[in-house]
């Protein structure tokens, strides 16, 4: 069935060092891909998003790129800050009626 | 634009009890999700309405759960007779209606059943 499968956490990393969290994806079809981060206390808000193979999804410093030959959208930062410190959430949908599937998150702790 | 809203934001109920959240959409949004999330899970999706009309629900969804967007605007989730097992931050969300569209998440309702 459909699915994301993302690293597990928690993710402790010191300020300004480089960040990858992983995610790989099963699907029928041909999904689009999503990251979603959600701040302590807040809810689920979009980071980025790519649609098609190939396409880099970008958002304050956050990258991914839709790997369709590895079935991968890894998400990169080059120097990550405390304030980025959060759940990550890689997700993706299909075409039928635009339904979630969610992996099952990263805790990134960054430390001054 | 005042994004996804959700009420209540926290519920404590005693198990056996019934309890119904309301969630607000984005204005313009003919779609409408509903999700559940346990702790150190991502989002599990539950039922979806395009406008008024209920398109699908998960077999996450048992015969206690009903929801319903009687007019196409707001909707309502209704958890009958809960059980334990019941206690989650149900989330909703919203969206257009076009091809992998992104949707806007409200900020839940955490439910705890004693």
């Known amino acids: 069935g459909d699915s994301v499968t993302q690293m597990e956490g928690p993710v402790t990393l010191s300020e300004e060092a480089f960040l990858t969290i992983n995610c790989t994806y099963t699907a029928t079809g041909y999904p689009s891909l999503f990251w979603y981060v959600q701040y302590p206390g807040e809810g689920l808000q979009l980071l980025l998003k790519?649609?098609?193979?190939?396409d880099k999804g970008s958002n304050k410093g956050f990258e991914a790129t839709y790997r369709k030959e590895t079935t991968s959208f890894h998400l990169e930062k080059g120097s990550v800050q405390v304030s980025d410190s959060a759940v990550y959430f890689c997700a993706l949908s299909l075409y039928n009626f635009n339904k979630f599937y969610f992996g099952s998150g990263t805790k990134l702790n960054v430390k001054p | 634009d005042t994004g996804v809203s959700q009420d209540p934001r926290h519920k404590i109920t005693k198990r056996g009890q019934n309890v119904t959240f309301r969630c607000d959409p984005i204005?313009?949004?003919?779609?409408l999700y509903w999700y559940r999330q346990t702790l150190g899970q991502g989002p599990e999706f539950l039922t979806y309405?395009?406008?008024?009309?209920?398109?699908?629900k998960s077999r996450l969804l048992s015969d206690r759960f009903s929801a319903e967007r009687p007019k196409g605007s707001f909707s309502t989730l209704e958890i009958q007779r809960t059980e334990q097992g019941d206690s989650a931050m149900y989330l909703c969300?919203?969206?257009?209606?076009?091809?992998?569209?992104?949707?806007?998440f409200g900020p839940g309702t955490r439910l705890l059943v004693l």
């Open positions: 204005s313009e949004h003919n779609r």
């Open positions: 309405f395009q406008n008024e009309a209920q398109l699908e």
């Open positions: 790519a649609t098609k193979a190939d």
């Open positions: 969300a919203s969206s257009l209606e076009l091809p992998q569209e992104t949707q806007y």
